[in-house]
């Protein structure tokens, strides 16, 4: 089938299937935390502050990630996050087995794995490119990979809700745990070419610079990062009040919560499939228009769904918005920088997504405690919508400049 053509690379294989595996003990494992923090402190406020120093590093270290990155050998350091990445997951799932229930312990092995997610999700961005040999199947690839993200994120929370009420939380744990060893196993299988740029002998702190130059020179990544930054900060951040949702507004238990997970990632599922049919990557810009004005009504409708079914349903559309405008933007980027900056102008990306999101978390649960959490889910789509609309203004605008001063790249 079209959809998978690229599973025809054995590395890209490889990786696709042992990552499937992995994401889903990972979500398990987002699940339950925010559960266990949730049922433990009945606190919004802390809920924000798991989510952000979980994500914190991002917005810290992406940019110093994406220089280390393109003078390092990709590969090795992936295989190095992972292993890195287990030995947290097992710290975890220990203490939650013995019962240690140390809500700082907690937040504290949620920032290292925050910090390894940092060079983890650059690297693994970065490394796409190397396990397609033809580069018109790149786009198809990110958004396969994109697909299984967010399968994951239906079947794990999907999991992880009838584990969590049936056999308890460290069950979840430890099955994150244990989902390292097949995309390890996978990882040493790879045989990949990976190409190292010539050891420069900038310094890393020159490289950060030329990084911000080159993206901030290209109108077209500029606007995309900075549109990113607006929705990571102010929109996506809603999901971090669904537990309340669940358990508090509709009267639900751990088997809710997790519908609401799976909800938005049936949407994101719905959304990777379609761009993974693209045949062009023409109309990314588009898609990612539509995508974010789709995302930041349908977080409207979510603040006020007076039944559980509406606002199910609702969360549908929020993973087919949020998974469309992301992923649309991840591929641009991928697609269009220069091969030099890639891991930069990718570590652009995940600082705007991934390190957004911790300070966004922070801030709703903030409104959520002092207006309560269906108006701060309200303003949060207020800002998605007003974000979408003003973005379709300056790309009207930009149209109407002459064609030589519509795109500066720097070259060198």
């Known amino acids: 089938m079209n959809i998978f053509r690229s599973l025809k690379y054995r590395n890209f294989k490889l990786f696709f299937y042992g990552q499937s595996i992995s994401l889903i003990g990972t979500w398990m494992q987002k699940t339950a935390v925010s559960w266990l923090v949730y049922r433990l402190t009945g606190s919004a406020l802390l809920l924000g502050v798991v989510s952000f120093v979980s994500l914190i590093p991002s917005l810290i270290l992406a940019p110093y990630a994406g220089s280390i990155v393109d003078r390092h050998n990709r590969y090795r350091i992936l295989v190095i996050t992972q292993v890195v990445s287990m030995v947290q997951a097992g710290a975890l799932a220990f203490m939650i087995l013995f019962k240690f229930y140390n809500i700082p312990a907690i937040i504290g092995l949620s920032l290292v794995q925050g910090i390894i997610n940092a060079f983890d999700v650059t690297c693994r961005q970065s490394l796409m490119v190397d396990m397609v040999d033809d580069k018109e199947d790149l786009p198809n690839a990110i958004a396969l990979n994109s697909t299984m993200t967010n399968f994951a994120r239906i079947a794990g929370p999907a999991v992880a809700g009838i584990v969590l009420s ?16 097949p995309v390890l196993a996978c990882l040493f299988m790879m045989k990949l070419n990976t190409r190292v740029t010539s050891r420069s002998e900038k310094s890393i702190w020159a490289e950060l610079q030329d990084g911000f130059k080159y993206v901030s020179g290209d109108r077209d990544l500029s606007s995309l990062i900075l549109m990113l930054t607006v929705s990571s900060l102010f929109v996506i951040p809603f999901n971090t009040l669904m537990p309340i949702f669940a358990k508090d507004i509709f009267n639900g238990d751990a088997k809710t919560f997790s519908w609401f997970e799976s909800a938005a990632g049936l949407g994101s599922v719905i959304s990777a499939v379609y761009l993974a049919n693209l045949k062009t990557d023409k109309n990314l810009i588009k898609i990612m228009t539509t995508a974010s004005l789709i ?48 891991a930069r102008a990718i570590s652009y990306y995940v600082m705007a997504y991934q390190g957004m999101i911790p ?51 720097l070259a060198g």
């Open 166 to 181: 049936t056999f308890g939380e460290d069950f979840c744990f430890f099955g994150n745990f244990l989902s390292y060893i």
């Open 359 to 409: 300070i966004g978390s922070l801030l709703v649960g903030w409104l959520a405690n002092e207006l309560g959490p269906r108006r701060a889910v309200c303003i949060e789509g207020i800002i998605g919508v007003l974000a979408a609309a003003l973005f379709v203004l300056y790309k009207r605008k930009q149209a109407q400049e002459p064609a030589v001063a519509r795109k500066t790249v």
């Open 295 to 342: 995302f930041g009504l349908s977080v409207l409708m979510v603040a006020y769904a007076g039944k559980l079914s509406f606002a199910l349903i609702f969360m549908v559309l929020t993973g087919v918005g949020m998974m469309a405008q992301t992923s649309a933007i991840n591929t641009y980027i991928q697609t269009h920088a220069i091969p030099v900056m890639r």
